[in-house]
């Protein structure tokens, strides 16, 4: 069996082509492919086409296909190919997005959105991020490895996961064989920080309901009923109030809690974290345990809609009947059909003063979180360690990725990885979107090394 390609001399590879990895990242800036103006259109075609380009130059054969969504509508531009080296080896998917958000008001930038721009560390622009530097840091890791590549390749460079991905499953199904894989990198998600390297490990899943409370026929004077009927906003305030015990914790039956996959090895700052959401200082934050495990594995529920009389022009009358409706955020290791059930069932069952209660079920999707155990994340956090100088710090996520769960569901057996290069000053999505070029250099290595190692497994 071949040595394993050391970090060094990957590095001296990657040092040497720098100029043109950075270019790609630059190049995809330029090229201003937002799917909000279109995922069909002309700029999107020319932007997979590109990406395609870059591919095959690093000896992939990619080609741009069109998808089509689940109505059978031509949808977005994306490219797909392989290489394959050896039959017998194992098979990796890379997957990125070409597609970027819009920029809405281009003076809120410090620089021009479409050029990339670097000033110090950080490379600025449109995309950059997310997820030029994705695309890179696939790039980047093939080029490097020219020749020495000893596992087969497959891409999915998609061209509409900012516009939420609806032709992404249709899309997969249709080429269920060409993305089969052993292993899927998602270079799509990002660091601890630009020198400290993380996989992330879990996504939420979400479910949401509506929840009609009803008390009363009719309005009726509160002057004269007030007292032994409460009024229904006042009752479903009570029914809400008890999905949460006086610590903060989450006190609905039959919802799972977890601890932050493949565990914790630095939890999130309280301070930033109050400062980035904009805590008022008196607020004591609420739940126990890591913040980590609050933000990323246990069950979180917000009200997010309530219909009450507005206060202008509200009178003395007893409301007969309202709805909220709530969402709740579902640990990565609980289905979130049996997390919506268990809400369902809560809600239902205590009614406060026997008021009629009826919940709607709407949307649940899938959390995911990755196999902390499997050679590939132990593959990947040595390649990390050694591409950066510095042990990972693995996070999750509060939020979903829909599309991840989605891949994990299509292709049960594969392990994925997910990785990419923002860091918490990325600003994705944001004005002066950049990402740290020492930090997607080391990651373009941390790439190269994690696919010669995969080499070795079966
Ligand atoms: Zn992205």
Known sequence: MPMLLSADQIRARVNADWDSILDVVKDRIALRPISANGISGEHMRASAQYVADKLREVGVDAQVVQAHDAQGNPSAWEVIGSTVVDENAPT???????????????????????????????????????????????????????????????????????????????????????????????????????????????????????????????????????????DANTTAAMLIAKMYDEQGELNIPGLKAGEPIGGLQRDLDEVSMRAAAGVVDSYKLAGTGSLASRLWTKPSATVIGFDAHPVEGSFNVISPETTFRVSLRVSPLQDPHEAMNAMVDFFESNAPFGAQVHVEPLEAGMGWAMDPNCTATQDALESLKEAFGVDPVNKGEGGSIPFIPELQKIFPHAQVLVTGPEDPISNAHSPNESVSVSGLKNDVVAEALLLDKLAQND
Not at 136 to 150: N, P, T
Request: aromatic share 8%; charged share 20%.
């Open 92 to 230: 990796v998917l890379l997957y990125a997005h070409h597609d970027v958000q819009p920029v809405p008001d281009e003076n809120e930038w410090n620089t021009k959105p479409f050029e990339g721009t670097q000033q110090g560390d950080r490379l600025f622009g449109r995309g950059a991020c997310d997820d030029a530097g994705g695309i890179a840091i696939h790039y980047g890791a093939l080029k490097a490895l020219g020749d020495q590549l000893r596992v087969n390749i497959k891409v999915f460079i998609e061209g509409e996961e900012e516009m939420g991905s609806a032709s992404f499953i249709p899309f997969i199904e249709a080429h269920h064989d060409e993305f089969e894989s052993d292993v899927i990198i998602v270079a799509d998600s990002g660091n601890w920080a630009p020198d400290v390297p993380s996989l992330t490990t879990s996504l939420r899943g979400n479910a949401t309901c509506d929840v009609h409370v009803k008390v009363l026929e009719h309005p009726v004077h509160s002057g004269q009923y007030g007292g032994p009927i409460l």
